[in-house]
């Protein structure tokens, strides 16, 4: 259903609230540069510090912005099954094209009880859902079998695999078929998962270097693996350098780096890249060629 280059859109914030024309800015160069689908209220936009309507507003400005050119799919996670049902509906009556639900955080569900999580939502929501499985932010690991049984459900339609466990990508494909579609969630790990079959990156890097991380993924859908790998070398400090330190700042600086409308703030708990970061980001962006 999704593949190529996909951001994980960062929430532009000015003077502590969201600054939606940024952010419709972002999103037009986003689709100029060749992203192949955008998600507005992951990780990487701070959704944890988004309120309820600032939430909606964000998720709402993206399908404004994008206008049908690329899907949508909206950052609808919670470790509160109910809140991400809520956030479910929203996003579906608002047009997006699909949800991205992380396994619930801080509550440390069994892997029976993150089954009932999911079918508790795709009961209550027509929504496509891709599944977000990132062990090192929820505790909570979605195994391999316990994946494979929610790739049974209908609208469970894909995952973002952020577990750093490679050998997934083939268990996963033999237990819920080949047409089931693997995203990888670790921009530095794009390549070896694009090699074992999966179908694009929900990406953290392509937010500032959206044409190069598109072009790398033409690459590996055309099966150019010398090509892909060029790019792949070409992008890799930057890849580490946007985690330099807690995300998003170092992406926010990357940029505002790039871009002057674009501001770098943050929220609490997060807070501005530091000195160290900065200095990484600015090399991993002119080793890049970005600047």
């Known amino acids: 259903m999704f593949s190529g280059s996909i951001p994980a859109l960062v929430t532009p914030f000015r003077d502590g609230a969201f600054d939606a024309p940024a952010f419709k800015r972002l999103v037009e160069w986003q689709i100029d540069e060749g992203t192949s689908a955008l998600v507005p209220c992951g990780t990487t936009g701070e959704s944890p510090t988004l309120g309820f309507d600032e939430h909606y507003r964000v998720i709402d400005a993206c399908i404004e912005a994008a206008a049908g050119r690329v899907p949508v799919i909206a950052g609808c996670g919670s470790n509160d099954t109910a809140t991400a049902i809520r956030h479910m509906r929203h996003a579906e009556a608002a047009g997006a094209t699909a949800a991205l639900v992380v396994a619930p955080y801080y509550n440390r569900p069994t892997q029976d009880g993150l089954l009932a999580h999911f079918e508790a939502l795709a009961e209550a929501s027509d929504l496509p859902i891709v599944v977000y499985n990132v062990p090192s932010r929820t505790v909570t690991d979605i195994s391999a079998e316990t994946m494979c ?26 237990g819920a078929g080949g047409d089931f579609c693997q995203l990888s969630g670790n921009d530095d790990l794009w390549l070896p998962h694009a090699v074992l079959g999966g179908a694009g990156c929900i990406s953290v890097t392509a937010n500032v270097a959206p044409r190069l991380c598109a072009d790398f993924a033409a690459a590996c859908a055309r099966g150019d693996w010398t090509g892909a790998l060029m790019l792949h070398d070409r992008l ?11 995300s998003p700042g170092p992406v926010k ?17 997060i807070i501005p890249a530091s000195e160290a970061s900065r200095k990484a980001v600015d090399a991993a962006l002119v080793a890049a060629g970005v600047l």
Not at 239 to 245: G, L
Not at 253 to 267: G, I, K, N, Q, T
């Open 149 to 174: 049984r929610l790739a049974e459900i209908p609208s469970i339609v894909a995952i973002k695999d952020a577990s750093g466990d490679l050998a997934r990508v083939t268990v996963h494909r033999a």
């Open 236 to 246: 890799f400090a930057l890849h580490k350098a946007m985690f330099s330190d807690a």
């Open 253 to 269: 600086y990357a940029l505002s780096r790039v871009h002057d409308w674009f501001s770098p703030e943050v929220r609490l708990p």
